[in-house]
């Protein structure tokens, strides 16, 4: 076994860790930051440090996770086998590259970064190093996401005909309330639909396991102005969407819907069945026939083999957000140890959420449907006529 001065040295160099002795540093100190702490300790890694903007501010945040502050995001990269980048989405990609200089495996939050070009620019960079680089889209985690697509995969529901989704949230209604995501030079062009709506097209995409190929959005600023300053992205997105297959779909994404905390629901409706998923109600899927329904509590004796082994906890024990987090940490130190677990999303899949993110705000800028840019093509040159 290699020395600590040889796991840490700098340089693509890998070696293979298990999770017991795989020191995690976190880049960020808000709630991501603890989300992503919590989980990391509990898949069974060391969390070596944090750091945030200040060191005030990295002591404020390390404090109550039993963490040790780090003064900068050097030190920070130089402690640690894989780094959790948990700060604000302008900042990711400077947060990246240095810990993919430095030949660690990266946790990036999403958005991956401000817009296409700079995430693809950041999944290629990955692709070099030769490391393990994943994003948490953790939605994917629920077993019961995974028996969804056990059902599209399987056949049973059939070639897919009509698609519907939504990502609703309320916590941004009161015109008074305000963060840094309302600030682009921080969050980037896209605020609702960067935050939640990536959330929303990821599980779309790997639940039907087709791809969004074209678009025609619309989006809505609730309060034109929130804590005096002028807001100028969007509170709310509606898509029209095409699937590869040929189906078509709706799709909604609001930070401003009264009364819903955090309601993500995909429906996928095919030749034979379909299938509906709701993660406020996780340990559910609703399974629909022509000659009649069901609804199918979690229960790995009657799931797939994907589903089963994300169902750590006997039927009729809820599970939730922090289990399927914990579970995407699991399977992103597992690959670092050679494991090749499937669904883990990569890099690459955050690069494909801000295509389709650049896909939306370009068609509600111009009116028009607008193609899903493969890798490499600008968005704005896919723009086609109504």
């Given at each position: ?11 693509p ?16 100190g ?17 969390v070596?440090?944090l750091?945030?903007s200040?060191?005030?501010r990295s ?11 780090v003064?900068?995001?050097?030190e ?23 810990a ?6 990266v946790?990036?939050e999403?958005p991956?970064?401000?817009?296409a070009?700079e ?5 290629s960079?990955?692709?070099?190093a ?11 985690f629920h077993?019961?996401a995974?028996q969804a ?5 399987s056949?049973?529901?059939?070639r ?5 989704g ?5 916590w ?22 960067g935050d ?9 995409e790997?639940?039907s ?11 809505a600023?609730?309060h034109?102005?929130r804590g005096?300053?002028e807001v ?5 997105a509606?898509l ?6 040929g189906?078509?779909g ?7 819907n009264?009364?819903?905390k ?11 069945g379909?299938v ?11 399974l ?11 229960d790995?004796?009657t799931?797939?083999?994907?589903a089963?082994r ?12 922090l ?9 992103t130190y597992?690959r670092?140890?050679?494991e ?10 955050g690069?494909r ?6 896909a ?15 890798v490499?093509e600008?968005?704005?040159e896919?723009?086609?006529?109504l």
């Amino acid at each position: 076994m290699s020395s600590p001065d040889d796991r840490h040295r700098r340089g693509p160099q890998k070696e293979e860790t298990s999770m017991q002795n795989l020191k995690v540093g976190i880049i960020g100190g808000g709630f991501m930051a603890r989300t992503h702490t919590a989980a990391a300790r509990a898949a069974g890694a060391e969390v070596v440090g944090l750091t945030s903007s200040s060191p005030e501010r990295s002591a404020a945040a390390a404090a109550p996770l039993g963490v040790e502050p780090v003064a900068g995001v050097e030190e920070l990269i130089s402690r640690s086998d894989v780094v959790h980048v948990c700060s604000p989405n302008a900042r990711h990609a400077e947060h990246v590259r240095a810990a993919l200089q430095a030949g660690r495996h990266v946790v990036c939050e999403k958005p991956l970064a401000v817009d296409a070009e700079e995430a693809a620019a950041l999944a290629s960079l990955a692709e070099e190093a030769g490391v393990v680089a994943s994003v948490p889209f953790v939605y994917r985690f629920h077993p019961m996401a995974r028996q969804a697509r056990e059902e599209t995969a399987s056949g049973r529901v059939g070639r897919l005909l009509t698609v519907r989704g939504a990502y609703l949230q309320d916590w941004l209604l009161d015109a008074g309330e305000s963060n840094w995501r309302v600030d682009p030079q921080v969050s980037g062009r896209s605020r609702a639909f960067g935050d939640i709506g990536s959330h929303l097209v990821d599980l779309l995409e790997f639940v039907s396991g087709e791809r969004i190929v074209r678009l025609s959005a619309a989006t809505a600023i609730a309060h034109p102005r929130r804590g005096g300053v002028e807001v100028v992205t969007e509170d709310a997105a509606a898509l029209n969407v095409e699937l590869s297959g040929g189906a078509l779909g709706s799709l909604m994404v609001s930070q401003v819907n009264a009364g819903r905390k955090n309601q993500l629901t995909l429906e996928l409706a095919g030749a034979d069945g379909s299938v509906f998923f709701d993660q406020e109600h996780p340990d559910e899927l609703w399974l629909g026939r022509t000659d009649g329904s069901v609804t199918i509590s979690r229960d790995p004796a009657t799931m797939g083999q994907d589903a089963s082994r994300l169902s750590v906890v006997p039927s009729g024990h809820p599970m939730g957000y922090l289990d399927a987090f914990t579970a995407f940490a699991r399977d992103t130190y597992a690959r670092i140890g050679g494991e090749h677990l499937p669904g883990l999303p990569t890099f690459a899949d955050g690069a494909r959420a801000n295509r389709i993110i650049d896909a939306v705000l370009a068609s509600a800028e111009s009116g028009a449907w607008v193609d899903v840019a493969p890798v490499g093509e600008p968005v704005s040159e896919a723009v086609t006529a109504l």
